[in-house]
């Protein structure tokens, strides 16, 4: 399906903005909402995991 996007974050290549796949979605076409920079990092774990050394 053309436009369809699952969940996920997306980074934005010029000026780092995470963007949520919901925020994307309103928007006519993928950029950032911010710059309108095109180019967008897919990212699936929008949380950073922290690995602990010990
Ligand atoms: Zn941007």
Redo the contacts with the bound molecule.
């Keep these: 399906m053309p436009g369809y996007l699952d969940m996920a974050t997306y980074l934005?290549?010029?000026?780092?903005?995470t963007i949520d796949s919901n925020e994307l979605m309103g928007l006519p076409g993928i950029r950032?909402p911010?710059?309108?920079?095109r180019i967008l990092y897919k990212s699936r774990s929008p949380i950073i995991r922290e690995i602990k050394a010990r």
């Design positions: 934005c290549e010029k000026c780092g903005k950032c911010v710059c309108g920079h």
